[in-house]
């Protein structure tokens, strides 16, 4: 069974422009999450969808904005970049969202503002 | 916010020595798990133990946790060059009917051979 897949796996933007990354879950998953690492605040929640709906959102600003498909693949977008928005963007999926229900991560992609 | 905060930072061992790693949190929780990441690559998922559940083994993984505590601990055996990676917890505290993950920032294990 393939794994969760990110695209692309590095980025480079530049202040003000907008960025959009990919995540396909396992087939069959059903419920994605994301999470931004940095090496100053770790690895922080942004938000969690389950059939196309976000369930959770995390503390961040509304220029991080997403969205799930009918095929589960979801796509998050930053627009506005700025250079605190550097990060490593780590995609997960969860068959369920229930209780107990492991969660495997992609890759990541990297992304560098400039 | 950290939810789970991982002791040590860092660890350094050497080859087929035990690693112990610990992680204490604050809230009441569904349950804990712990990830190992690569050099700033992804998670990968090691062991998840619920909250009704006192310890749990994978392989040389033996994970621990008293709810009494809010506390884990994570136990690699004989270790190997290839478990150098950090390692953070995670927990589910789902009040809401769905997970969502808290992070600690993460134990750095160096195994040397």
């Known amino acids: 069974k393939a794994g969760v897949t990110q695209t692309p796996r590095y980025l480079i933007k530049t202040r003000g422009q907008q960025v959009t990354l990919s995540c396909s879950p396992i087939?069959?998953?059903?419920?994605v999450s994301w999470y931004q690492q940095t090496p100053g605040q770790g690895l922080q929640f942004l938000f969690e969808?389950?059939?196309?709906?976000?369930?959770n959102k995390g503390n961040f600003p509304g220029r991080f904005s997403g969205r799930q498909f009918s095929n589960s693949r979801s796509e998050m977008n930053v627009s506005t970049l700025e250079l605190g928005d550097s990060a490593l963007y780590l995609c997960a999926s969860s068959f369920s969202t229930g209780v107990n229900t492991e969660a495997f991560f992609g890759q990541g992609t990297r992304l560098t503002v400039v | 916010s950290q939810q789970g905060e991982e002791d040590p930072q860092a660890l350094s061992i050497q080859e087929g020595e035990n690693a112990t790693m610990n992680c204490s949190y604050k809230?009441?929780?569904?349950?804990l798990q712990w990830y190992r990441q690569n050099s700033g690559r992804g998670l990968v998922h090691l062991i998840l133990?619920?909250?009704?559940?006192r310890e749990k083994h994978s392989g040389r993984l033996r994970v621990t946790l008293d709810t009494s505590k809010k506390s884990s601990s994570l136990l690699i055996t004989a270790s190997r060059a290839a478990d150098t990676a950090s390692y953070f917890c995670a927990t589910d505290e789902g009040n809401s009917g769905y997970s969502t993950l808290t992070f600690g920032k993460g134990t750095m294990l160096l195994v040397s051979p």
């Open positions: 809230t009441s929780i569904n349950n």
């Open positions: 087939s069959g998953h059903r419920s």
């Open positions: 133990i619920r909250s009704n559940e």
């Open positions: 969808y389950f059939s196309e709906t976000q369930r």
